[in-house]
């Protein structure tokens, strides 16, 4: 009988696909590395033992119930596939939670002045260039981490292309002097990113710059970016929908948050 690290390192070109893949791996080497789980037979794991570790992930690393059911899906999938192949009769029941509508915030004008700071004066100060581009841009993170290897500017430089996103579909970000002059400056990211720094890194940055916000996470960058083209520049949520890959405006709107003064605009002019 195969071990779990074993046989999720053997199938991964078959289990995931595109950005999936990287995070999917990522999240089942954690749970590998938790207790010396890689090492464990596919046929010996219990609900408990991944229930606890579920548990230690969410303390450690202060994520949400949403980040968590990736965790769940990355582990849940390696022994659906076992079970696929006939290699095991049974796995643990593994069971998705129901997620909230979504982040409820966006960061602050200040908190983007500290966040951006707080990661110039840290021990990896590139971190700062991809909250940049995150902010320029509204790309996630996991599309950030694959500038220089799967994602690249097209020959005229007008577009990054990102191949297989989140959704399964590619996705062209439109590029402007600022952020084709940020994408040249972090250069090919998988040299230099590592997940463990950029973990713990952000949970300093979150201590200081909003202590116990559960919610102070770098996807919020994206709800910021989405905010942003609604409140400040009155686009279009269909318009924001595809500059964020979203393929229904029900998931763009639980990321714009349209703040006190953009309503007070809309009452102003409705009483005209």
Sequence with gaps: MQTFRQFFVSEADDL????????????CMMFSNYKRYGSKPLDTFTVIEIREFLQFIKVARNISEATLNRYRAAIKAVFRHAMDLELITSSPRIKMVKESGGRPRSFSEDE??????????????????????SMSTGMRLGELVLIGTTAFLTSDKKWLRLVDTKNGDDRDVAMTPKTIELIKKVGVV????????????????????????????FHVLRHTYASKLANDLKINTLV????????????TQKYVHVNA????????????
């Design 16 to 27: 995931w696909h595109g950005i999936h893949k990287e995070q999917a791996f990522n999240k």
């Design 261 to 272: 003064s953009a309503q007070q605009d809309i009452a102003k002019i409705m009483s005209q």
């Design 240 to 251: 924001i929908a595809s500059m964020m890959g979203h393929r229904s405006i029900i998931t």
């Design 112 to 133: 983007l002045v500290k966040i951006q700071d707080f990661f110039a004066k840290s021990r990896e100060p590139k971190i700062k260039l991809l909250v940049q581009l």
């Design 190 to 217: 998988a040299q230099w990113f590592r997940h463990r720094i950029f973990y713990d890194l952000w949970k300093e940055c979150r201590y200081r710059v909003a202590k116990n916000d559960k919610y102070f996470v």
